[in-house]
């Protein structure tokens, strides 16, 4: 990984990243600090959130922990908070924090589709409606940053919970970044595909996570091709648009991985066909297929073949 010319900085800024215990949050913590951020920690575990509290600080910055589940709006509170009460102001949100609980439409629970959309989605809103009130207040502007997932932005088979929350999160951020742009606020969607115990749960990327934890390198195939490298190369990308110099981006899903750097596009409409007098069910039957056949989207995430050797 290129080192940074020392030009992004966060000096004076305080953020919050939740769900940073371990894996990417953690990575993003971890960076924000070194650029000089004030980090207010999460995790559900004490233990893994004062670790994680101990690693930012040895970073260069200064660090708290809240030890609390991201979902109720007591625990947005508490981190805005413990925010403003230790480091003495916010400019920075992550929302990062996330749970799995895989399995086919036929087989999830309502506790699998409720916990993963209460801790992504409510969890996201309810720690951005927290921070867009201290920020509007504090009259400094600010940066948000939430993170998304490529099954948000395209489906993923036994992940109907993750990858409606996903989405969901996409679309809330779109919203925000018209809400508060007069505040100068702006928000932004991080993408990531990196070696993390969430993406070892799908078996194309198990590989290459098994592979990173043995200390091996990352095939360039994963890098280039697909996009996937590890905590550390999403964490750019935070710390960017936590930074002044990202003042003039809002309202992206910007995706990271490896070597790639990608901007989603918003759902548009691919073609257009017109009936005079509308659509009739007898009509689409006999001209669907020759209007629109041809524009029909694919769905799920399309991962080539390693290349022999990979």
């Not at 924000?32 to 004030?38: N, P, V």
């Not at 233990?47 to 030890?67: E, F, I, L, S």
């Not at 078996?203 to 934890?213: D, H, I, K, S, T």
Request: one cysteine or more; proline letters at 5%; aromatic letters at 6%.
């Amino acid at each position: 990984m290129r080192m940074a010319s020392g030009d992004v900085s966060l000096d004076g800024k305080v953020a919050i990243v939740t769900g940073s215990g371990r894996g990417l949050g953690l990575a993003y913590a971890t960076e924000l600090a070194r650029r000089g951020a004030a980090v207010v920690v999460n995790d559900v575990d004490d233990d893994v959130a004062q670790a994680a509290a101990a690693r930012v600080a040895d970073a260069g910055g200064r660090a708290t922990a809240v030890v609390a589940p991201v979902g109720p709006t007591a625990t947005a509170r508490q981190l805005v908070a413990t925010a403003v009460e230790t480091f003495g102001r916010l400019d920075v949100l992550v929302t990062n924090a996330g749970v799995l609980r895989d399995t086919v439409l036929w087989k999830m629970t309502d506790d699998d589709f409720d916990t993963v959309v209460d801790v992504h989605l409510r969890g996201t809103f309810t720690c951005v409606r927290e921070a867009a009130t201290q920020l509007r207040a504090q009259g400094e502007g600010g940066r948000i940053v939430c993170v998304g997932s490529p099954t948000g932005q395209r489906g993923n088979f036994g992940q109907t919970n993750y990858a409606a929350a996903k989405a969901g999160i996409v679309g809330m951020v779109r919203t925000w970044a018209m809400e508060l742009a007069r505040a100068e606020v702006t928000v932004n969607a991080v993408v990531p595909v990196a070696a993390t115990a969430m993406t070892e749960t799908v078996p194309f990327f198990r590989p290459f996570v098994e592979a990173a934890r043995r200390g091996e390198p990352m095939p360039p195939f994963a890098r280039r091709v697909l996009g996937f490298g590890g905590p550390d190369d999403v964490a750019g990308l935070v710390a960017f648009l936590a930074s002044d110099a990202a003042a003039g981006i809002t309202g992206q899903a910007i995706g990271v991985g490896g070597d790639r750097l990608a901007v989603w596009s918003h759902p548009q409409e691919v073609a257009v066909a017109l009936a005079e007098g509308g659509w009739s069910a007898d009509e689409l039957a006999q001209d669907f297929a020759s209007v629109l056949g041809a524009h029909l989207q694919t769905v799920g995430q399309e991962l080539p073949e390693p290349p022999a050797g990979d």
